[in-house]
């Protein structure tokens, strides 16, 4: 498995993102949805990576730069054939080793409060990410959890 910086111009990620923002929509309604677009995440302040198994995509995710010290987790995805293989360990792992590297010191995330996101926050968790407020322009609701850690 290697990662790499995407240009998120290829089709295997543009489905996986569109996939990512449809499952959003499903389970959340639309003013709890944070999932960032695809021109969002070619954002200057966020780096996006994907994992690959050869040529096949297993999963996406990325890290948003909040500040000289602060990182915030963004579209964490594995490819549906993938999941419950250790991918958004290897994901999650990678953005923290990253996060790391340019000197921040917390790193935090948003998910969804229902059914459908307790793997992912049963994963945060497993990476030592506790519950907490919200944090940058986040307001609170219903539909959110917001996890942070610090490095």
Known sequence: MRFQIDDLSGLD??????????????????????????????????????????????????????????????????????????????????IIDNAKRLGLIRLSLETGSNEPYMPARRLYAKFGFKQCGPFADYKLNEFSVFMTRTL
Do not use: Y
């Open 13 to 94: 990620i543009h489905n996986l993102l569109n996939e990512h923002i449809a499952d959003a929509h499903t389970h959340s309604p639309p003013d709890s949805v944070f999932a960032l677009d695809i021109d969002a995440l070619r954002g200057h302040d966020i780096t996006f990576w994907t994992l690959w198994s050869g040529a096949v995509l297993m999963g996406c995710g990325a890290l948003k730069k909040l500040s000289s010290t602060h990182g915030e987790i963004k579209s964490m995805r594995t490819v549906s054939s993938a999941l419950g293989q250790g991918v958004g360990s290897q994901i999650l792992a990678h």
